[in-house]
């Protein structure tokens, strides 16, 4: 039975005891043995209550404890579901930064098979151009007189006869764009001169 059941019954029995007690006194004396009955059935309700509070405490001390160890219990599944969190976090970072190591490698390892590839097919190329290039040193060199400016510039020349921009040998050389547009304007001119 839950508490409030025991308490109507109760209730019930302090209400049919009331209506059984005489009203006046001259039943009073009468009924000595109504009063006694009456003091038995208030020593039974006392017991009764003490028992209820009893079971009173008794349930609200396991339900303290019940709550506290649910709480406790609460507290490391929180606990332990902050730790796998905070190491699913650290286990993303990893796979992530060993994603763009992966993207890295694969891109250096395309570029190596390209240069690769590129390498063995102008290992032949370079061998004419440089077969080409002395063939060339040595027709400049018997055209052009030992004090000429291509002489006393070669580096530039050579750079400026391979495609390079002003700019780019300016940068190369450590000189001005305007000192080597003016050595190239110089030679073109001595060039002129020569063939004039």
Not at 129 to 148: C, V, Y
Not at 153 to 179: M, Q, R
């Amino acid at each position: 039975m839950q508490s409030w059941q025991y308490i109507a019954l109760l209730g019930a029995v302090i209400a049919v005891t009331a209506a059984i007690l005489p009203k006046n006194k001259k039943y009073q004396a009468a009924s000595g043995s109504n009063h006694a009955q009456f003091e038995q059935l208030e020593m039974s309700f006392e017991q009764f209550m003490e028992n209820m509070e009893k079971e009173h405490d008794g349930l609200v001390k396991m339900l303290t404890t019940s709550l506290q160890t649910m709480r406790e219990e609460d507290r490391l599944k929180t606990d332990q579901i902050t730790r796998l969190e905070k190491k699913c976090s650290e286990l993303e970072e990893q796979l992530s930064s060993l994603s763009h190591a992966n993207v890295a490698l694969e891109t250096k390892l395309s570029l190596l098979a390209a240069n690769t590839h590129f390498t063995s097919q102008s290992s032949a190329q370079d061998m004419q151009h440089a077969a080409f290039d002395s063939q060339l040193e040595q027709l400049k060199q018997s055209i052009i007189p030992e004090n000429s400016i291509h002489n006393r510039y070669v580096e530039l020349f050579e750079l400026y006869d391979n495609g390079k921009s002003v700019e780019a040998i300016a940068k190369k050389l450590g000189k001005n764009k305007g000192e080597v547009q003016l050595i190239l304007q110089l030679a073109k001119q001595e060039e002129n001169a020569r063939n004039a």
